[in-house]
């Protein structure tokens, strides 16, 4: 049986710190906390979990923290969660097992990431993260933030999930830090670039992230799965801005980098919508429907793949008149969220119908 240290860096936590170590306490084989410069009582709550807390100054880079949490431990393997991270107890036994069954020549495990929710606590974006590393390798973090592993050796993909139960208010501080770093002329990786884009448009900045997806996919050094989420984002950047004629050219472009996803279909069919062609946009979103989810470490944006398309496919019929077509699938977008607005304004309305 393999041994686990859980590495963890915390800021401000008091509220959810408890919540995250319980759910994994009588699994990992250590617990060490590096904080970053609480002054609630976050330190406290650690305490009462293990007795490995240090401190840590915040040096506005994230990897730097990693770095040293992963220097403390002293297990086979080093895990990593964020305080707003749970296991589910499915999932805390699925790692119960891990550990027992683990073949010793794996030097990374990857988990899948349940990030977001939709109001049924439905996953709306998973996506694939490293989070065992065999110690004795020596990995080291990279990037001051959105921070990652290299991906070397004999990686094992399990079916184990960590859900992110975020509770914080958003913030721009990762916006700030790649200021800073663009202020202090230092040079963003690639997957910084992309990572800067998508802080832009979080934060509304649309023009200015509108230009760095378009270097990010210009300089052709992204991994492919950043690529895709990269035209995806670059499309809802243009629409934001109005330049509605660049819209298609870089939703297509992704068709040149891998298969086809969900997202970017109907992000074509949206387009066609707009313009009133409903026959084309059905066409695009027919084809959503019908696409299989890949087996991908990048983001899988869920409803995409089920829910978005075939409550299209409603309206799109509908205004073609084709009404039972159009009950047909917003009886099957129900499959998905029976209790969405969309889906049951749509139902008392065909009743009348």
Known sequence: MITISLCMIVKNEENILGRCLESVKDIVDEIIIVDTGSDDKTKEIAFKYTDKVYDFIWEDNFSAARNF????????????????????????????????????????????????????????????????????????WNDPVHEYILMMGKVFDSDIYVTHKKISLYTDRNLKIYEKLIDDNKELSPRSI?????????????DRAALYFERFLNEGKGWIEDNISASFKLNSCYKMINYHSRRMPVLLKSFEIASPRAEICCSIGELFMEKNM??????????AVNLTKPITQGFILNDYWDYIPNIQLCICNYRLGNIEKAIYYNEQAAKYKPDCNAVLYNKTFFEKV
């Open 69 to 140: 949490s992963f220097s403390k431990a002293t297990k086979d393997y080093q895990m990593w969660l964020d305080a707003d991270d749970i296991l589910l107890e499915e999932d805390a036994k699925k790692l119960a097992a891990l550990k027992q069954n683990l073949d010793r020549n794996v030097d990374i495990v990857t988990f899948k990431y349940n990030t977001h929710f939709d109001k049924n606590n439905k996953p709306i974006l998973t996506l694939t993260r490293e989070r065992l590393f065999k110690r004795e390798k020596s990995y080291r």
């Open 194 to 206: 992309f990572y800067f884009a998508s802080e832009l448009k979080d934060n509304m900045h649309y």
């Open 278 to 287: 409903y026959q084309s946009a059905e066409a695009w979103y027919m084809f």
